[in-house]
């Protein structure tokens, strides 16, 4: 449809698609979806950062820092650029046909940020700069706090506290992942990464009561799930037949 009818609508869905879909099925593999390229020139920020960050986190998996680093150069650049085309009070201004459609405003570019803090935050663990890459984490959780939804749902294609959450997990720090895990399922509950994290870090600290309310949660929503899906959120795991 999009070769079809290449109209704006059409070219920011496809790129929200492909990085909702890469992000939640981690199926960086599937080369027909991550080798879609679309006309980018005349995107939101939001929307272009999306792209980017799909571009950033290939990368990252693929261990190239060179690649990564790129990316977040492009990315800061079109902030910059975006930026003055904001006014004071984060509004966007007319363009020279008198109208402000299309152009970003300050929820973009934050929007945005959030995506390019994550990605650095990935570029410093790659160089073994765990220290940077907390901060960097907890500076891309505090900003995505501090945005105001109002006008539509978040671009952010992965929440910062379950980034941060699994982050943290895979450095041992169980408590501050159960903390990052509670406030990603307070602002999306029964999220499945959200979920399975936090049953990670509660098996890990001993909380058997929360890990096994966590499990319960997990085996009914991937109840009817195909085998390959629950095999990766409850590894080992035999689902039960009562739901």
Not at 17 to 23: E, Q, R
Not at 59 to 64: E, F, H, S, T
Not at 100 to 106: D, F, L, T, Y
Not at 133 to 152: F, H, M, V
Request: proline share 3%; net charge negative; glycine share 6%.
């Amino acid at each position: 449809y999009t070769q079809e009818e290449p109209d704006r609508g059409a070219r920011s869905y496809i790129v929200s698609m492909k990085g909702n879909y890469l992000v939640d099925s981690e199926d960086w593999g599937d080369t027909a979806m991550t080798h879609i390229t679309t006309d980018l020139s005349d995107l939101n920020i939001s929307k272009r950062a999306i792209f980017h960050f799909t571009r950033g986190w290939r990368a990252y998996l693929d261990g190239d820092a060179a690649q990564l680093g790129a990316v977040i150069a492009d990315m800061a650049q079109e902030r910059k650029s975006a930026a003055n085309l904001v006014t004071i009070e984060g509004l966007p201004m007319c363009n020279a046909a008198g109208s402000s459609r299309n152009q970003p405003n300050q929820l973009d570019i934050d929007q945005a940020h959030v995506m390019a803090l994550q990605l650095e935050a990935m570029l410093a663990d790659l160089q073994d700069d765990s220290a940077r890459a907390d901060a960097l984490l907890r500076e891309s959780t505090e900003l995505e706090s501090s945005i105001s939804y109002a006008y539509g749902p978040p671009e952010i294609v992965y929440p910062s506290y379950e980034l941060y959450g699994q982050w943290l997990l895979e450095q041992n720090r169980f408590e501050e992942a159960a903390a990052q895990f509670d406030y990603a399922l307070a602002k999306g509950p029964l999220r499945l990464r959200a979920l399975h994290g936090r049953w990670q870090a509660a098996e890990a600290l001993g909380d058997m009561q929360q890990a096994a309310t966590n499990r319960h949660q997990l085996e009914a929503i991937l109840h009817d799930a195909d085998e390959e899906v629950r095999a990766r959120f409850l590894p080992n795991t035999q689902l039960s037949g009562n739901f």
